[in-house]
């Protein structure tokens, strides 16, 4: 949490740093999605979205709301067991969801 506040902070005096932090972090976890996706492509075919665009929507579900409570200090660090059930969930309406773009 703190190397992320670290590099958003420093983002707007450093370009590069944001730019380094987003290469290296949000965007390489919906790369890896997009990797997933494309080798379920079949399962996938009936829907409008890129695959691309569909990874990071994924991404961004799976971490915005508990990296947006952890950054305003308004939530403590869920467990482990706590952040399975919520990612869980998340990827069970994902998939409903796209499912019923068919």
């Known amino acids: 949490m703190d190397l992320h506040r670290l590099a958003i902070g420093e983002a707007a005096n450093c370009p590069e740093v944001g730019e380094a932090w987003y290469t ?3 965007a390489r976890t919906a790369s890896f999605i997009r990797t997933v996706f494309e080798s379920h492509r079949s399962e996938l075919r ?5 695959l691309e665009r569909l990874a990071i929507f994924l ?3 799976l971490t915005g709301d508990v990296l ?3 950054l305003a200090g308004v939530t403590k ?3 482990d ?3 399975e059930r919520t990612a869980n ?3 069970d309406v994902f998939l409903a ?6």
């Open 24 to 26: 290296h972090g949000p």
């Open 46 to 50: 009936n829907t409008s979205v890129p």
């Open 59 to 61: 991404h961004d579900s």
């Open 68 to 70: 947006y409570r952890l």
């Open 77 to 79: 660090r869920e467990s």
């Open 81 to 83: 067991g706590e952040l």
């Open 89 to 91: 969930a998340i990827v």
């Open 97 to 102: 969801t796209v499912k019923a773009a068919k």
